[in-house]
């Protein structure tokens, strides 16, 4: 989301409208919502403003610490048992 309103202002003639506060207007109400029927407007910004902040900073919240990070073999091997673990349920349908 954060690359798609990355185009709201290309130019002045080109671009879009969708910065990230109004993708998170949009985007708020289907994914944070309240159950209570009479939650007020100050929970609707707050939400929004809680989407806008998780668009905004959504690369520095998905990196992973360098001392976590699996090494190359690591993978490799979590790769190879997801492999076979999934060839063994496919052959014995």
């Known amino acids: 989301m954060n690359w798609t309103a990355s185009f709201s202002h290309i130019d002045e003639e080109s671009g879009s409208k969708m910065?990230?506060?109004?993708?998170?207007?949009?985007?708020?109400?289907?994914?944070?919502?309240s159950k209570n029927k009479?939650?007020?407007?100050?929970?609707?910004?707050l939400a929004i403003e809680a989407v806008h902040t998780?668009?905004?900073?959504?690369?520095?919240?998905?990196?992973?610490?360098e001392f976590i990070q699996p090494s190359e073999r690591m993978v490799q091997l979590m790769f190879n048992v997801f492999c076979n673990r999934s060839l063994k349920i496919y052959y014995r349908s």
Not at 19 to 33: G, M, Q, R, W
């Open 19 to 33: 910065d990230i506060h109004n993708l998170s207007t949009v985007v708020t109400p289907n994914i944070l919502y």
């Open 38 to 45: 009479d939650s007020g407007m100050d929970d609707s910004f």
């Open 54 to 65: 998780l668009i905004e900073y959504n690369e520095a919240m998905c990196e992973v610490c």
